[in-house]
């Protein structure tokens, strides 16, 4: 038995019965990393002596019967744009390539609290800005089911890392989608929280009022469990929530029988491939088998959602992006004769294709002309997005729909058609533009390929989403299912 290939909480378990050790756990992980990390490129840096040294101070506290949480012993990797202190974090961006920071995320210390092991940074595109992880300065990570595709992003090293069984867990970052996406492609849990629910304390933000931190995992078991952990009001940020939660391993093993499930039109219509269309209806029916009331419903301004979503964002990103500029910290230009000269060839070769994209997008509609034309429109629309998910709550437990539209592409097809690639947000963007909680759990395979079933909720609504999730889990075997390396 490979231990590397056993859940978190089979890890867990197998702990705390005194059958291995958490030295052995990572052993067997970095063993697992040796083996395959050529081939996926998951990590951007790895922290073996920090790992280590926690790993048998766990050991000790153990043996002195210390009593310990659930993630404690267990190897997490974390995704490079969230704060590490004393540890590299790049945001795959030659403007940090060299940046070590003084402190920790809220979300780090309370991994640490938890007795986690950082076992290394994981790969993303620049900045957290793209669908595939090909926007990296430093490499590219490929899919775990097949070497000649994407993982999906902008967290796809840290879903590949748990695809390939690189890790037990993972951190990454949902701004509009870019969770719930790499893990449909890799064939994952992911888990994109309530905003707000989780600090943004430590998270170098891409837009601001969408980014939220979340876990990918290998089951919805082990997901609930990591929520548990990371959600906590943080004074630091002022966009958390001073709210209590609940235990989310309480809506663990439930029925769902009468629950209330939506089925929005508009993320079933063209543009989604059939046969993930037809996947995803039939996880549905699984559900209804199970006893829940399934509906058909119309969020109609659904069409909106992505152009709302790159207005949005792009504008904060212009405004959040602006202090890189060679003179405080990251990447400083050799060659400049003034301050202009510095800002400007700073910026140039620190920054990517896709960021200054995205920086130059926001910057148009961010103009004295075209400020009430494009910015205030779209909060506008964002507003009536967010009430048409308010209306749908107030008779729904859950809504469902695809993850994503397409399975993993290969590399190179989204650089070739980026609008393709852009419109192909159009079943995660309105989830973040909402501010409510979403799961993507594997449903099955279409091309040899994973497919992700999408499950939303109010906000606040997790444990609805984690009771339908884990039912569904519980009667379909898709999530025991791993690429072969």
Not at 222 to 229: E, G, K, S, V
Not at 247 to 263: H, R, S, Y
């Amino acid at each position: 038995m490979n231990l590397y290939s056993l859940t978190l909480h089979e890890i867990r378990d197998k702990m705390r019965n005194g059958e291995i050790s958490s030295k052995e756990v990572l052993d067997s992980v970095y063993k697992r990393i040796e083996e395959v990390e050529d081939k996926i490129g998951a990590y951007l840096t790895l922290t073996k002596d920090y790992a280590y040294e926690v790993a048998e101070s766990i050991d000790r506290r153990r043996l002195k019967g210390e009593e310990l949480g659930d993630l404690a012993g267990i190897p997490v990797a974390v995704k490079d744009n969230i704060s590490t202190k004393g540890i590299k974090t790049t945001c795959a961006s030659k403007m940090l390539e060299n940046y070590v920071p003084p402190f920790d995320a809220h979300v780090i210390e309370k991994l640490k609290d938890a007795g986690a092991i950082i076992i290394g940074k994981t790969n993303l595109d620049e900045f957290a800005m793209g669908h595939s992880t090909e926007n990296s300065a430093f490499k590219i990570t490929k899919n775990p089911w097949d070497l000649e595709r994407v993982p999906g992003g902008s967290s796809g090293g840290s879903a590949a890392a748990v695809a390939a069984d690189e890790a037990y867990f993972s951190l990454g970052s949902d701004t509009g989608g870019s969770i719930r996406q790499p893990a449909a492609m890799c064939g994952i849990v992911g888990f994109k929280p309530t905003y707000g629910a989780v600090s943004r304390y430590g998270l170098v933000a891409f837009a601001s009022s969408f980014d939220q931190i979340g876990p990918f995992a290998k089951d919805v078991e082990d997901c609930a469990i990591i929520l548990n952990y990371l959600y906590g009001h943080d004074e630091r940020d002022s966009t958390s929530l001073p709210a209590e939660y609940e235990d989310f391993k309480a809506a663990l093993n439930k029925d769902i029988k009468g629950m209330k499930i939506g089925l929005p039109k508009e993320y079933f219509a063209e543009g989604i491939d059939p046969e993930i269309k037809d996947l995803v209806l039939n996880g549905v029916k699984v559900l209804e088998n199970l006893g829940a009331h399934v509906e058909e419903i119309s969020l109609p301004h659904t069409k909106y959602a992505v152009p709302v979503y790159y207005i949005i964002t792009s504008a904060e990103a212009f405004s959040n992006l602006a202090r890189f500029d060679g003179v405080r910290y990251g990447y400083r230009t050799k060659e400049y004769k003034d301050l202009e000269e510095l800002y400007v060839n700073s910026r140039s070769e620190g920054f990517g294709k896709e960021v200054k994209f995205r920086i130059l997008l926001g910057t148009y509609s961010l103009t004295s002309e075209n400020y009430d034309y494009y910015h205030k429109r779209a909060l506008k629309v964002r507003r009536l997005i967010r009430q048409e998910f308010d209306e749908a709550f107030n008779k729904y437990d859950v809504l469902i729909s695809p993850s994503y539209p397409i399975v993993a592409t290969k590399f190179g097809e989204q650089s070739e058609n980026v609008s393709i690639a852009y419109m192909s947000d159009i079943c995660t963007v309105p989830i973040n533009i909402a501010g409510i909680p979403a799961m993507s759990i594997p449903c099955g395979f279409s091309k040899g390929l994973p497919v992700g079933m999408q499950i939303m909720s109010k906000a606040m609504g997790e444990a609805a989403i984690i009771k339908v999730a884990h039912a569904f889990e519980r009667n379909t075997d898709y999530n025991k299912k791993k690429p072969s390396l």
